[in-house]
């Protein structure tokens, strides 16, 4: 199975800040990663696809690169709803997916 | 619009059985995957199997074999998670999600809890 690690396991940043999270995976997967952010009591939200396809209605401040074994998650203007944990997803080899353990992303 | 809505809250005995529903709207139910992921409390999303509504077809992650079974009916489209020999830690929010290539969509999540 593909494994994916994230880093960093949490991070706490204020609004306005530039905010990156990283997600390797331990194979090459092409481009066939997700972003999710995932509020507690909700539901997860795909941001974005394909590794860098913004999902519609995703604020634009939210993008996604990378392709193969490493891929980013960027927030370029932190904002105070942005307060969740955020996890990557590999399809490539479906079935099984995998997620990331998660980046737990706080406001200061 | 793309629609997922699943079933209500349960607590269940250990060594019960607990099954989940999850019913599809706005989108031709036999054409996707349905997948189910699980958080319990503190931890991460944990993916626990995956089914083909048109075929019936399904697969889980090693840890849930034997204990995990998906079904449907597609006449309602709805489907269906069943696990059994239920144990604390298995308590969980339980999440169903349309597959396409990713999870595109997702039901709000049902919380299930083991408790004697």
């Known amino acids: 199975d593909t494994q994916l690690t994230q880093s960093p396991s949490s991070l706490s940043a204020s609004v306005g800040d530039r905010v990156s999270i990283t997600c390797r995976a331990s194979q090459g997967i092409r481009n066939d990663l997700a972003w999710y952010q995932h509020r507690p009591g909700k539901a997860p939200k795909r941001l974005i696809f394909?590794?860098?396809s913004l999902q519609s209605g995703v604020p634009s401040r939210f993008s996604g690169s990378g392709s193969e074994t490493e891929f980013t998650l960027t927030i370029s203007s932190l904002q105070a709803e942005d307060s969740a944990t955020y996890y990557c997803l590999q399809h490539y080899n479906y079935p099984p997916p995998t997620f990331g353990q998660g980046t737990k992303v706080e406001i200061k | 619009q793309v629609q997922l809505v699943q079933s209500g809250t349960e607590v269940k005995k250990p060594g019960a059985s607990v099954k989940v529903s999850c019913k599809a709207s706005?989108?031709?139910?036999?054409?996707?995957?349905i997948n189910w992921v699980r958080q319990a409390t503190g931890q991460g999303l944990e993916w626990m199997g995956w089914m083909n509504p048109k075929s019936g077809y399904s697969g889980s992650a090693e840890k849930f074999e034997g204990r995990l079974t998906m079904t449907r009916d597609t006449s309602t489209s709805t489907a269906y998670m069943e696990l059994s020999g239920l144990r604390a830690e298995d308590t969980a929010i339980y999440y169903c999600?349309?597959?396409?290539?990713?999870?595109?969509?997702w039901g709000q999540g049902t919380l299930v809890t083991v408790s004697s």
């Open positions: 999600a349309r597959t396409h290539g990713d999870f595109d969509h």
């Open positions: 394909g590794a860098s």
């Open positions: 706005g989108y031709t139910f036999r054409n996707y995957d």
